[in-house]
């Protein structure tokens, strides 16, 4: 009997190691708990106030809603949200009001060098933009909630939500021209777009780097495939011409293993492949927890 009943016990230890979480399965989890809230939100798959449902970020009142949501959801997790509001006219005489959001995040040896984790958040009319781009939005309001949680950060950080990218990238470049002229040092500028479809299920990624250096911390914090990105967005090319080093992460474009919803009404939070989401996530937190270090 005795016997039996240690057989018994060992049989259940046995299963219940066996089913048990890893750390991460844990953090998988948390990642995507915290970014399928962000991702509905944005796409209209849950309300994002009262009963407000936005059907794309596309329209002025729209796009306020949404940079309200984003502010005060920065409040939420403790850092101090900031406005980068303009009213600006083009040389064709196009006026454009919007609104960047924003929070620094101190380092805690007092450095002053930044490093910019970056996404838009507006689409094109009559997209609910999933993974473009409230996946690259929930991405970088992840890894700025973890940052922060960081006992010790050896440099700050910033995170922005560009406003008006379908538009010349006016909230991306007014953002630009502003820590510029502010002086503010910059390590390098980090952004995500196109993430959440992962077809073959390879949890892939692809590239673009401005220096070795930063393409070397993607490649040695990543498990997963990287492939070198050959075309540069129009976001980094910007960036480089204020002199900033870049990364720009997307899907693998270059193997087509992209969203074939992307701009259309079809891209919506359905659609969108939170595990795959969320292993890019972790390797760019890893990416800018060494970079605090």
């Not at 006219?89 to 009001?97: A, E, L, P, Q, V």
């Not at 959001?101 to 507006?122: L, Q």
């Not at 820590?179 to 196109?194: C, F, G, P, Q, V």
Request: aromatic share 10%; charged share 25%; net charge positive.
């Amino acid at each position: 009997m005795n016997t039996y009943r240690i057989f018994l016990l060992l049989v259940i230890m046995l299963i219940q190691n066996g089913f048990s979480q890893t750390d991460y399965d844990r953090l998988e989890a948390e990642i995507i708990n915290v970014e399928k809230t962000i991702v509905a939100k944005l796409t209209g798959h849950e309300p994002i106030k009262g009963r407000k449902k936005l059907s794309s970020r596309a329209s002025d009142s729209e796009r306020k809603v949404t940079a309200d949501f984003l502010y005060n959801s920065l409040k939420d997790i403790g850092l101090k949200a900031q406005k980068h509001e303009y009213n600006v006219k083009n040389k064709k005489g196009d006026i454009f009001k919007g609104m960047n959001v924003y929070a620094e995040i101190p380092a805690t040896n007092g450095s002053k060098e930044y490093v910019i984790i970056a996404s838009h958040f507006d689409t094109v009319e009559n997209s609910p933009g999933a993974v473009h781009n409230a996946t690259g939005v929930a991405i970088a309001f992840y890894v700025a909630k973890k940052i922060a949680e960081l006992k010790e950060r050896n440099k700050s950080f910033i995170v922005v939500f560009f406003d008006h990218w379908k538009s010349n990238l006016i909230g991306t470049r007014l953002f630009t021209k502003k820590l510029k002229e502010e002086n503010y040092t910059i390590h390098s500028m980090h952004r995500a777009d196109y993430m959440g479809w992962d077809n073959d299920e390879d949890r892939a990624i692809e590239l673009l780097a401005s220096n070795i250096s930063l393409e070397s911390l993607y490649r040695i914090e990543s498990p997963v495939p990287i492939y070198k990105r050959i075309v540069a967005t129009p976001e980094s090319r910007f960036f480089a011409n204020f002199g900033f080093d870049t990364v720009t992460l997307t899907a693998e474009l270059r193997n087509a293993d992209n969203s074939p919803f992307v701009r259309k009404s079809e891209d919506k939070y359905t659609t969108v492949n939170f595990k795959y989401l969320a292993s890019t996530t972790n390797i760019i937190y890893k990416v800018m927890k060494s970079l605090a270090k």
